[in-house]
Nanobody
């Protein structure tokens, strides 16, 4: 059974950093693109970043470019989202999602591109 588990969220002051992890089990990890999405209370789920199955392609939402970095370690079946220079508007529940696509594609605009989702990890940026 395909399973995704996020971790690494927490409370951090503005300007701080967090690293989120998305650990996977139950499927051939190397064939799947991974996306990170977030949802704040009262707002729609929005894409943050994604990485293709090969790791050669990444995409970022404009709001996080230059601050967030996505990476994957296929040996550990894990994708990471390094978040630096965090802002209060980054506060949200962060989800990772997976689906099988070509080796060089991933999407960050449409959550419906992904059929498999984790339960989320809360990130709160506040002083």
């Amino acid at each position: 059974q395909l399973q995704l588990v996020e971790s690494g969220g927490g409370l951090v002051q503005p300007g701080g950093s967090l690293r989120l992890s998305c650990a996977a089990s139950g499927f051939t990890w190397g064939n799947y693109a991974i996306g990170w999405f977030r949802q704040a209370p009262g707002k729609e789920r929005e894409g943050v970043s994604c990485i293709s199955s090969s790791g050669r392609s990444t995409n970022y939402a404009n709001s996080v470019k230059g601050r967030f970095t996505i990476s994957r370690d296929n040996a550990k079946n894990t994708v990471y989202l390094q978040m630096n220079s965090l802002k209060p508007e980054d506060t949200a529940l962060y989800y990772c999602a997976a689906d099988s696509y070509g080796s060089s594609w991933c999407g960050v605009k449409d959550p419906t591109d992904y059929n498999y989702w984790g339960q989320g990890t809360q990130v709160t940026v506040s002083s």
